[in-house]
């Protein structure tokens, strides 16, 4: 029994975690993609950082990814 509640009770808390992240995605590329290199990547409380910092790890690529594209950014940091 104790299991199953387990089961029950993290495969909510990943939902809930899921939507969080999309939700902080959809704020992120909202706000991060007219940020300069230096403020995406070398700034620990802003960028990609912030999604990581939460778990968010798919989305934080996502965002980088994004912000590439959207730049035409050559840093090999960022790849």
């Known amino acids: 029994m ?3 509640l387990l089961s ?3 495969l909510f808390i990943s ?3 899921f939507a969080d992240c999309k939700v902080a995605l959809e704020e992120r590329l909202k706000e991060d993609l007219d940020l300069t290199y230096q403020q995406f990547d ?3 409380d ?3 950082r912030l999604l990581e910092k ?5 989305e934080a690529a996502i965002l ?9 950014s ?3 940091s960022l790849t």
């Open 54 to 58: 939460s778990g968010c790890h798919a």
């Open 42 to 44: 070398q700034t620990y």
């Open 46 to 48: 802003a960028g990609f």
């Open 8 to 10: 029950i009770g993290f």
């Open 64 to 72: 980088i990814k994004r912000f590439i594209t959207h730049n035409n």
């Open 74 to 76: 050559k840093e090999s």
């Open 15 to 17: 939902n809930v975690v």
């Open 2 to 4: 104790k299991t199953g």
